[in-house]
């Protein structure tokens, strides 16, 4: 039952997340969970295995900029229109955080190997690019069915924590996730999911067949809390756009390390502060 | 009177002009030229022709998640794409993580994107650099995103065809494997690229001019596409539509 899993708020569900552990995001435009990743500072989380599935912007940023992660693996973090991310590139070209780059497709493939729970899976492209030279976890093999074609293979990721911001759950601990299908296959891949949501919806979202076809059941989940405009300053589907005001807002003062304490003041450590 | 024609709106029409025949055009994040380029084609060639702006909500077809372009690409489904790289050079190679030595670089950009598979699998990938400088356009880049060119025996149904920067258009030629000038845009001479551009590359005798759309290509651009720009676009639009 929902009860046992529903976190009494952001905070609760934040403290769920142990140092160390290997965390996946999706996209700016698939609703970054914010809320969350703010909780996440304000608990004082450290080296974070940060997955962007498979790009990332503000959620990386602010959690590098902050001090929270040991490693981001992903194939771009970019703040999109608003340009690049400026903690991240700080962070890569001081040393401060490991790098692991990727390219989108790489990044998806590994995570449906995850959810498949194979331990590798081919992918076309890849070779001969320096994405893959630097990735010793990459092989290259021989296609078992069609000798001298070689294919690059991956091995599977399996995040520890999804971490996802929705528009819905129900009592039963089932997460409506609309359009978004990258949501799912973050659930599916990693060990557990705690999500954010922005309404409860009374009712069991599997009974209705237009809802049902973009629920996922509650197996996935671990915790769920209440986190209305949970994503902001990202867009969440068709429930809200970006705020791109407040990530240009962002970019600004954070790329100093004095500005990115101010944001963190200013907008991190008040709970409520996109209110 | 119209008023003269842009270099943002002369690109448009000469990239469209790229695109005849191709069924399936997509374009990628931070894309509003080639945007404009692939809107511009469908509206030439009728209803035929598909087109998936990555960037908009309502200009594409996807429903399967963010994968869902890139396994439409491996399936032989995109005839053409768009990239572009903070480096590019000679031999079509694209870098689009930084320079310097990796990982600690002096320069450090927001990543690969899907550039590392999409340009193997997509038969026409056009190459758009709108600074045209010895900084951009180099010898040999820094981090290989994404190779111009394999082994021949790796299956490798894609690759560049072109790349159009803010002064020239150059084609990509697959058997020699660099760029031949193809044309210069207004105020550009064989001189201005040369000193611009870090890289050798073929040209003929006579170098033509980039051409201007004529007068009712260019309302269009004016009107249909720059209203379907709005939305992925706001900012692009407004500077060079008003």
Known sequence: MLESILQPGVDKLAAMIPHGAKVA????????????VRALIR?????LHVIGVPTTGYVADILIGAGCVATIETSAVTLDEVGLA?????AVKSGAIRIVDS??????SALRAGEKGIPFIPIRGLIGSDVAAHRADYKIIDNPYAPGDRIIVL???VPDIALLHAPMADRHGNIYTGQDRDAPLIAHASRQTLVTVEKIYEGNLLDVPQLAAATMSSIYIGGVALAERGAWPLGLGEDYSEDQAHLIRYRNMAVSEAGFADYIRSYVVPVAAHV | MIAECRLEERLIYTICGLLEGIEHIATGMASPIPAGAALLRRELSGASVRVSVLASRRLHAFTDGGSEIFDLAAQGRIGAFFLSGGQIDGQANVNLVGVGEY??????WSGSFGSSFLYYLIPKVILFRLEHTVRTLVERVDFVSAPGSSDPDLYRPGGPYALITNRCLFM????KRCFT???LHPGESIESVTENTGFEFDRPDIVSTTTAPPADVLRLIRTKVAALLQDPYPKFAAEVFG
């Open chain 2, 103 to 108: 990982p600690r670089m002096d320069v450090r």
């Open chain 2, 172 to 175: 990509y030629d697959q058997t």
């Open chain 1, 155 to 157: 091995p599977a990721i």
């Open chain 1, 25 to 36: 995001v999706t996209k700016n435009q698939s609703g970054g969970p914010a809320a969350l």
């Open chain 2, 181 to 183: 000038l193809a044309s």
């Open chain 1, 86 to 90: 400026p903690r991240f590139i700080e």
């Open chain 1, 103 to 108: 390219t989108c497709p790489a990044i998806y």
């Open chain 1, 43 to 47: 608990r004082e989380i450290r080296d």
